[in-house]
């Protein structure tokens, strides 16, 4: 049976790639887009990766082809890596890194995650009062509606300024697309969007 979200939908091409050579195979081949590693936050250590310069030549080489770049950032910090992080990450959104792939939100430093029972008991008030104490705030809803409804709630979101959120991905592609379009700001900025594809438990 045809998935609803592949419906009318051209799957994304996803290829690694370990070092230069790998890379320029993937843009030639056809890949839609390409994941990668640095010499740091990546646990990809068998293949040769990529040094901060040679991330910023793949990003460049990436965008001339059109082809998205993913960087790896999936290792599980240590206190003394986190210090290095937050420059790592500017790092790659200032090559325009097109995402970061990761194992946990935890690489956004001091990012409080803030679940269904505290937002539905307290509201807004309680992302706005954590965000005056200097915190980014992951609202994790895992919102799952109807396109139009779900585009409207992302929007209010978006406007309390939570730096990362969440949807089911059984929702359809055009309530994800609508999501994304929802929390997009008027000056093109918006949160971190990732999606759900399985719950922890059903019990």
């Known amino acids: 049976m045809e998935s609803v979200c592949m419906r009318n939908k051209k799957p994304e091409i996803l290829s690694p790639a370990g070092d230069r050579e790998r890379l320029e195979a993937a843009l030639l081949y056809g890949a839609d887009a390409v994941y990668l590693a640095g010499t740091r936050f990546g646990m990809r250590r068998a293949p040769a990766n990529f040094t901060e310069d040679e991330l ?14 993913y960087v790896t950032v999936n290792i599980l910090p240590r206190n003394d890596e986190m210090d290095d992080l937050p420059a790592y990450l500017e790092l790659l959104d200032d090559i325009g890194a097109d995402a970061v792939i990761g194992s946990t939100y935890n690489v956004i430093p001091d990012l409080v995650k803030q679940g269904m029972e505290l937002y539905y008991a307290e509201g807004p008030s309680i992302v706005k009062e954590i965000k005056k104490r200097g915190h980014k705030i992951f609202l994790d809803l895992k919102l799952h509606d109807i396109p139009n409804t779900v585009k409207k709630s992302m929007a209010v979101l978006s406007r309390l300024d939570v730096d990362m959120t969440n949807l089911h991905a059984a929702g359809t592609i055009r309530m994800m697309e609508g999501a994304l379009e929802g929390l997009t700001r008027p000056d093109g900025t918006r949160p971190l969007l990732i999606a759900v594809t399985q719950l922890t438990s059903t019990d």
């Open 56 to 69: 910023r030549e793949a990003a460049k080489a990436c965008h001339a082809a059109g082809v998205k770049l």
